[in-house]
């Protein structure tokens, strides 16, 4: 993937636009942005995280899309998951720091918030707490919709 240090109001706005961000201050999105490394281009094809890695980075999408693929016993990959702009990707690695349970890969040139758990502890702890804060909503979001799901089908 390919840093972008460049654009850096064009970023802070895309940063603006996500649900993730909406707590966000204009100076800690200003932070956020000029960390080193915390915005990546990735290409079409291109894996993000690869299964089985150790790698605790969170992605959050900017723009354009990613894909969950998990590789099935018979060691073909399936997908399981799109990934629009604002969703997260690599949540249990970052937190955990235990082997990526899946790929994600770029269906289309992404721009992708990167952030490590250095990162992290670069941040004001307010910023911090936000970030954690809307890790924890999004796991939990995604853990109702596959309740609803399982529960539609029986």
Known sequence: MKQINT???KIIQLLARLDFFKDFT???KTL?????G???LA???EYVIK???VDPTLYIPLSGELEVRMTNETGKEITLAKIPPGETVGEVAFLTDTPRTASVVAIKQTLLFRCNRAALKNLAPAAREKIKDQIIYKLIERLHQKNVELSNRG
């Open 7 to 9: 654009l850096k109001h």
């Open 26 to 28: 204009a100076t800690e």
């Open 32 to 36: 956020l942005v000029d960390g080193k």
């Open 38 to 40: 915390m915005i990546v």
């Open 43 to 45: 290409e079409e094809g």
């Open 51 to 53: 299964e089985g890695t």
